[in-house]
């Protein structure tokens, strides 16, 4: 393997290359993310998925870049105009971007202005101008091209013009200091255009606004692009324009000479028309790219925390999907997710609802299925159904709570193929209370069959690139499905496609087995399944587990091929059965098994409590016997909530109003955070306190920390603005002569005097 690449992802990562190597083998080999996070931590060091996953995709992208290098070395040597100084360059680069800036000046351009005057002659004439001539005989020169193409000197020199101001603009090294400069020092201008339309203000903080290149937040970014793309603002660069000319125009006329206006007219024209035209669009793309793989990757962070919400096992669910006009639809759920019952409701129906009489029908199925709990949807009527539901539970004394639990992804599903088949004799409005129910039951056996992109918890998912979203929503689905395992016995098809080694096809392949042969007793039973071969079965084996089979350990997370050294330990420290979390494990004992460290450690883990769920360790949904009103509310009341999404500027929590109330960024800490996630994730139970309520709009702001210290952390931070402002107007402002000094400065350390 390539040792430099090696070491540069061992560098990034802060581990040793050894465990680089040892994971890039594996994965050559056929292993799965998971697989490898799972079963060859003693190979990796304990590398987790994340860590894994970055090492798949830092190697890809090193390969195709070196390739890359190699190619735009191979193309400029064709042209005979590679030397030592370009090729270490290139090979210097640690970006394709880079050294597709380097191999700029010599592709084949397009038909420009510059490639036209080439094509009549005019090459020389622009060599000459650039070698700054002290004799005042540029005419005279330029008289000796004219042509049938060339009318002119007037054309000539225009021609040459043309050509030196393609030069500037395929100069790399200018490229990326001017770049940075724009970068570190400007800014971004918003307008509102005068004929746009934007009926409820959406974008209104963006008519006019002016703001630091380097402080623009990721969800402004993708908010001003939105705007821009729906046609209601103008942006513009804002920067010392004539600062970058006279530093383009220094590295090319670095002394008096006879053509200094003629480089700085070609220079000047280079800039503004190829060069920061280009730069603006760069810089533009590169702000969309960072915001677009931050929202990605909280998108990421907020549907697996939402799949690790633990299921609520053992208990009759009615499931509430609230409406108005097409009424309620009810289904009533077994502790396994099995369907008992569907009814229809017309409470709050136009035509004249009847609440009484649907107090009744919940009622009977309550009393008949003994129900221990109701899920109610987030949607349309949820509080008046919240209402309705907490008034039940009170008139008639019930031990039954209910949760509000989010439906968004809910009619997708019911749509679905897979839920016509389970449910045919239902309509897709009469399913989605099902699906309801069966989110409070088991979240991630009845998620996983969504579009994660139609859960709702997403920031500006609709601009996010459409491949390097679905992606990481997949990474992200594999590694929590993985992580919680599956029952081969009563696992969907859905849940099935996302285990370690599968794909849609052999999970199809097990429910049919499973459906043709009854349930699996023993996990090499799965070597029978049509599609499932030694490969797959070793990749798949340890996170499909098997209740009450014949080999105890087949329910464990426990892989086969470590069966013996879990027998072993268990005969050495006389363990006869598993599931006894006071177990002891003798140091002296260990060291005679020869087992390694992190196989023994997850043998141990496993022995002591073999059915043990991943996601234990987290808050369930939050259960209620009563109903809040927002005229209930006064600033300064704590609430318990939970949350529902996490975005760049904050947390919407769900304290039960009919919308979610915002905990904005700047209320979260006493001190500084870098983003809400630091913070809180998606479905914390968190405890919130109320800082502001807009009865006229029913929305409702919240903070984390109680008043009192808000207002202290407030009250800092205006001492310490003060105090940086104070000490900013001390600082002497600099000439123009002293900042192109110091451009120039610049230019040199990095790229030296040759550049």
């Not at 013009?161 to 971004?188: C, M, P, T, Y």
């Not at 606004?209 to 402080?215: D, F, H, L, V, Y």
């Not at 199925?365 to 919240?386: D, P, Q």
């Not at 369930?620 to 975005?647: C, F, M, P, Q, Y």
Request: aromatic share 6%; glycine share 6%.
């Amino acid at each position: 393997m390539e040792l430099p690449i090696i070491k540069e992802i061992a560098s990034q990562l802060k581990v040793a290359s050894k465990q680089i190597e040892a994971t890039l083998e594996i994965l050559k080999e056929g292993g799965t993310v998971p697989f490898i996070a799972r079963y060859r931590k003693d190979a990796t060091g304990g590398l987790d998925e994340e860590q894994i996953l970055f090492i798949e995709k830092q190697y890809k992208y090193q390969i195709n870049l070196q390739e890359r290098k190699l190619a735009v070395i191979n193309l400029i040597e064709q042209q005979g105009k590679l030397t030592d100084e370009i090729k270490k360059s290139i090979m210097d680069c640690e970006k394709l971007s880079q050294v597709e800036d380097l191999y700029q000046p010599y592709k084949q351009k397009k038909k420009t202005r510059a490639a036209t005057a080439i094509k009549n002659g005019l090459q020389p004439l622009a060599d000459y101008i650039l070698s700054l001539p002290e004799e005042d005989n540029l005419n005279e020169v330029a008289g000796q091209y004219i042509n049938e193409n060339v009318k002119t000197v007037e054309e000539a020199i225009a021609g040459a013009s043309d050509i030196i101001a393609e030069i500037v603009s395929d100069n790399a090294k200018l490229r990326w200091s001017f770049k940075d400069q724009i970068f570190d020092a400007g800014s971004l201008e918003t307008k509102k255009k005068y004929d746009a339309v934007d009926e409820k203000k959406v974008y209104e903080m963006y008519y006019d606004r002016t703001e630091k290149i380097t402080s623009l937040a990721d969800h402004r970014i993708m908010a001003i692009n939105r705007a821009e793309k729906e046609k209601v603002i103008t942006v513009k660069f804002i920067y010392d324009l004539e600062n970058i000319q006279n530093q383009a125009f220094t590295a090319y006329c670095d002394k008096e000479c006879a053509v200094e206006n003629v480089i700085k007219a070609a220079v000047a024209d280079g800039c503004s028309r190829l060069f920061l035209p280009s730069i603006e669009n760069e810089i533009r793309s590169d702000l969309s790219e960072r915001a677009h793989n931050n929202s990605i990757e909280v998108f990421s962070m907020n549907l697996e925390k939402l799949l690790s919400q633990p299921p609520l096992k053992g208990r009759v669910v009615l499931g509430f999907d609230p409406g108005y006009y097409n009424g309620c639809k009810l289904a009533v759920l077994d502790a396994t997710g099995k369907m008992l019952a569907v009814r229809k409701v017309f409470p709050f129906s136009k035509k004249g609802g009847d609440l009484e009489q649907t107090k009744k029908v919940i009622l009977d199925l309550i009393n008949r299925y003994k129900v221990k709990i109701v899920a109610i949807g987030n949607g349309t009527a949820s509080r008046e159904s919240e209402k309705l539901v907490a008034e039940i539970i009170e008139e008639n004394k019930l031990d039954v709570a209910y949760a509000i639990v989010s439906e968004a992804g809910a009619s997708v599903w019911s749509a679905q193929e897979e839920a016509r088949n389970e449910f045919p004799d239902l309509a897709v409005e009469d399913r989605s209370a099902i699906s309801i129910g069966r989110r409070l039951l088991d979240p991630l056996s009845e998620l996983i069959k969504i579009d994660p992109k139609s859960i709702g918890v997403g920031q500006y998912q609709h601009d996010l690139p459409e491949k390097a979203l679905s992606e990481r929503l997949q990474e992200a689905t594999m590694k929590i499905v993985n992580r919680v395992g599956a029952d081969v016995n009563t696992a969907s098809i859905e849940l099935l496609t996302h285990i370690s080694g599968l794909n849609a096809g052999v999970a199809k392949e097990i429910v049919n087995h499973r459906n043709e042969n009854g349930k699996f007793t023993n996990r090499n039973q799965l070597l029978n399944v049509k599609r499932l071969g030694p490969k797959s079965y070793t990749q798949c084996a340890g996170f499909l587990r098997i209740i009450d089979g014949e080999e105890p350990l087949d329910a464990t997370n426990i892989h086969p091929e470590s069966y013996a050294d879990a027998k072993k330990l268990m005969k050495v420290c006389g363990i006869k059965e598993l599931g006894q979390p006071d177990i002891s494990f003798p140091k002296d004992k260990m060291e005679t098994l020869n087992i390694e460290p992190y196989t023994l450690k997850d043998i141990q883990e496993a022995i002591k409590a073999p059915l043990r769920d991943y996601r234990e360790q987290f808050e369930g949904a939050i259960l209620k016997s009563d109903v809040l009103e927002i005229s209930d509310l006064h600033v300064g009341d704590k609430l318990d909530g939970t949350v529902r999404n996490v975005v760049d500027f904050g947390a919407f929590v769900d304290i039960g109003l009919h919308e979610d109330g915002l905990v904005h960024i700047s209320r979260m800490s006493m001190s500084k955070i870098n983003h809400p996630s630091d913070v809180v994730a998606v479905n914390d139970i968190v405890q919130v306190y109320v800082y502001d309520i807009d009865l006229v709009k029913s929305r409702v702001q919240l903070s984390l920390l109680p008043l009192d210290k808000l207002a202290e952390r407030e009250n800092q931070n205006r001492k310490a603005f003060k105090d940086r402002k104070k000490s900013h107007n001390k600082k002497p402002v600099k000439t123009e002569k002293q900042k192109q000094d110091e451009a120039m400065k610049r230019l040199l350390e990095r790229f030296g005097k040759d550049y």
